[in-house]
């Protein structure tokens, strides 16, 4: 059974510093992976898709990189901004079936 | 840009009453999902739907869960006989057609509380 853990679960930064969430995976047969931002009380917002035989995507400031073979990903956000304050939530779609499981999250605080 | 809408924001019940949660996908999409999240816990997937017929289902979608199309708009996740375990927020998501368009969009959710 696929199991997502993400590290640190909780993060607080100070504006402009680039930072890196983690996120690990049990069973590397995965389709694609994808990252959320979740805002309190919110529905998720898809960040960044990455397809199972791709290594990275981008988005603006986001960066995410995929290793399937070892089973992590990480979520770069660079220049950090107070509107990045968020929970970011990782989560693997695992080939042949259709639905998402999912980390526990990483709730970012960016101070001003 | 289109999003996925659910109705009520908040439903308050009392166990045994049965509810019915509402969800407008985005229009061109052919995939449906319900996910809740139980306060403080990892979101967990429900159920998926496609082509009218249940295509996935996890442990928690047993026989007290339901959902259907009644029409080419909504999309429906009804709870038979609620239990207090059964509060959480639920989230509906739709998927477009195609491995070019993986991305899930989720609705904003429907906060269930059952008393």
């Known amino acids: 059974k696929q199991e997502v853990t993400q590290i640190p679960a909780a993060l607080s930064v100070p504006e402009g510093e680039n930072l890196v969430l983690n996120c690990s995976f049990t069973?590397?047969?995965?389709?694609?992976l994808q990252w959320f931002r979740q805002d309190p009380g919110k529905g998720l917002t898809s960040l960044l898709l990455?397809?199972?035989?791709?290594r990275e995507q981008t988005s603006g400031r986001l960066n995410a990189s995929l290793d399937k073979s070892s089973g992590r990903s990480t979520l770069y956000i660079a220049a950090s901004q107070p509107g990045d304050s968020a929970t970011y939530l990782c989560?693997?779609?695992?080939?042949?079936?259709?639905?998402?499981?999912f980390g526990s999250g990483t709730r970012l605080q960016v101070q001003p | 840009e289109p999003e996925v809408t659910q109705t009520p924001s908040h439903q308050v019940t009392q166990m045994g009453q049965e509810v019915i949660l509402r969800c407008v996908p985005i229009?061109?999409?052919?995939?449906f999902y319900w996910y809740r999240q139980i306060l403080g816990q990892k979101v967990e997937f429900l159920v998926s739907?496609?082509?009218?017929?249940?295509?996935?289902k996890s442990e928690i979608f047993d026989d007290q869960f339901s959902v259907e199309r009644p029409d080419g708009s909504n999309f429906t996740l009804k709870i038979r006989s609620t239990k207090l375990e059964d509060s959480a927020m639920y989230f509906c998501?739709?998927?477009?057609?195609?491995?070019?368009?993986?991305?899930?969009?989720f609705g904003s959710g429907t906060q269930l509380s059952v008393l």
């Open positions: 998501a739709s998927k477009d057609r195609g491995t070019t368009n993986e991305k899930l969009f």
């Open positions: 990455i397809q199972s035989s791709q």
């Open positions: 069973d590397s047969a995965i389709y694609n």
């Open positions: 989560a693997v779609r695992d080939t042949g079936r259709r639905a998402l499981t």
């Open positions: 229009s061109n999409h052919l995939y």
């Open positions: 739907f496609y082509n009218n017929e249940i295509s996935e």
